[in-house]
């Protein structure tokens, strides 16, 4: 496999944290599990399925309206059996579909290695290292996201343009089959990556057991599930194909808007160019995703593997399959506002990173915002026992607020919604979904910073008193 163990030498800062995590226990996913964890499991593995039914069926069925079919129900004028019955079912159709995608990037992923890097200035592709995991692995991967991305969308815009093999529309008109197609891969990666964490692993010494069926099953047992040399379950079902779709579904609905209502709205517009944003984003810093905690920390189960092929794709993309059935007409200074606040949330969020990206690789030996940059000196113990020197970021947007890089992308998921109006509470569930998600990753990375650094956390803590909103929270 595309990996090398890492010898018990001084680690550099970014491994000494994963050392000093594992000695810890608060590497990853838990050991053992309580009573709060396993219900919140349960709940998830019952329910998330259903929550996302319930808002595509919403749209399809009641306009987007996420009190009428409840108040329909409540009032005995329709059953649940008769919601199902309008449920269109998988097809033929859009099993070829799903497939062929799939398939396509698989393909991408794992035969054609990256050229971009070569060409495109500041863009770090091809054979990369990750961090060093818990067993001393350091796993490479071939970054190529960007180019699959690229290749994609050209073949997209070159069958609407010239070719015409499918119409525009081919995504929202089979959105609901394709849905279940999306479900059918994601449980069935989840199961597999569980019968591979037990019968077959990548490597043993990174699998985790709690000797709970739902927690392994949900949280995952292998930390790197690989086939082959190159084929990373983690990469790719968190990079391809859910985000690789994102930006395609955004443009599917913004033709089927105009097929329906003769133009596209300028707050269509705006939802596809501001989460295009996030997406290229995500695909020109995919060697920096390797370094962060969806890659160093998460094991691979059903959170990631159903969470990337049906949340991902069906719940992000709120905004524009709302607006093919309300086609909201900003004002211009409405308008305005959202672009403004979009990317102000994204500086926010890039520039943050940038910043402690350039710290970590400088070893503070840099400027931010023209200064020399003010850090919180601490001391941990790693694995082997030994103890190891660190710094602490406490200038520019880290002197703010200890996660300020989580506060910008809030910023523009809030954007993202704002440019649907107000006249339905279904698009903002997007914004009201990542500030949970965001402020317990954010307390769940500073359990693991005060179990790692102790005292000297404290004295950070006391440096830059707030975690998200500066003066509040």
């Not at 200035?121 to 960007?146: C, D, R, W």
């Not at 009201?432 to 102790?454: F, P, Q, S």
Request: charged share 15%; aromatic share 16%.
């Amino acid at each position: 496999m595309a990996a090398r163990f890492r010898p018990s030498a001084p680690h550099t800062s970014a491994a000494s944290s994963v050392a000093a995590a594992q000695a810890q226990g608060q590497w990853g996913r838990a050991w053992e599990v309580d009573w709060f964890s396993l219900a919140s499991i349960l709940f998830l593995l019952l329910f998330a399925p259903f929550i996302v039914y319930f808002f595509i069926m919403a749209c399809d069925q009641y306009a987007c309206s996420l009190t009428a079919p409840v108040l329909d129900l409540a009032a005995g004028r329709v059953r649940l059996s008769d919601i199902w019955a309008k449920t269109p079912a998988v097809t033929k159709e859009a099993a070829q579909i799903y497939a062929l995608w799939v398939s396509f990037q698989v393909l991408l992923y794992v035969a054609l290695p990256d050229v971009c890097h070569r060409f495109l200035p500041g863009y770090v592709g091809g054979v990369q290292e990750g961090a060093v995991t818990p067993a001393g692995v350091i796993n490479k991967y071939e970054i190529n996201g960007l180019q699959a991305w690229l290749i994609t969308h050209l073949l997209w815009l070159a069958n609407a343009r010239f070719l015409s093999w499918f119409p525009p529309t081919i995504i929202f008109d089979n959105w609901i089959p394709l849905l279940w197609c999306a479900n059918i891969l994601g449980y069935a990666v989840s199961t597999f990556a569980m019968i591979k964490g037990y019968l077959f692993p990548t490597n043993a010494r990174d699998c985790k057991f709690t000797g709970n069926f739902f927690y392994n099953y949900m949280m995952g047992i292998e930390f790197n599930p690989r086939i082959g040399k190159w084929f990373d379950f983690k990469l790719f079902f968190n990079g391809r194909p859910g985000i690789v779709a994102w930006t395609l579904i955004n443009l599917s609905f913004a033709a089927k808007q105009r097929e329906l209502h003769g133009h596209v709205t300028n707050s269509m517009v705006l939802v596809n160019v501001l989460q295009a944003i996030y997406v290229l984003d995500f695909f020109w810093n995919e060697a920096w995703y390797l370094k962060t905690i969806d890659i160093c920390h998460d094991h691979f189960g059903w959170y990631l593997g159903w969470g990337d092929c049906v949340w991902l794709p069906y719940l992000y993309t709120l905004q524009g399959l709302y607006l093919v059935y309300h086609p909201v007409q900003l004002a211009a200074p409405h308008a305005a506002g959202v672009l403004l606040l979009g990317l102000l949330g994204y500086y926010v969020f890039r520039v943050a990173n940038h910043q402690k990206d350039l710290f970590r690789r400088t070893d503070g030996r840099c400027l931010i915002w023209g200064r020399k940059p003010k850090a919180i000196a601490c001391v941990y113990t790693s694995a082997d026992g030994q103890r190891h020197h660190s710094k602490l970021l406490a200038s520019g947007f880290w002197g703010l607020a200890r996660h300020l890089n989580y506060t910008g992308d809030l910023l523009g998921s809030l954007a993202y919604c704002l440019a649907c109006g107000g006249g339905h509470l279904l698009p903002y569930f997007y914004v009201v979904y990542m500030t949970v998600l965001l402020t317990h990753r954010c307390l769940r990375d500073e359990h693991r910073c005060a179990n790692k650094y102790g005292g000297d956390w404290a004295r950070y803590t006391a440096a830059v008193p707030y975690r998200l909103l500066p003066g509040i929270f």
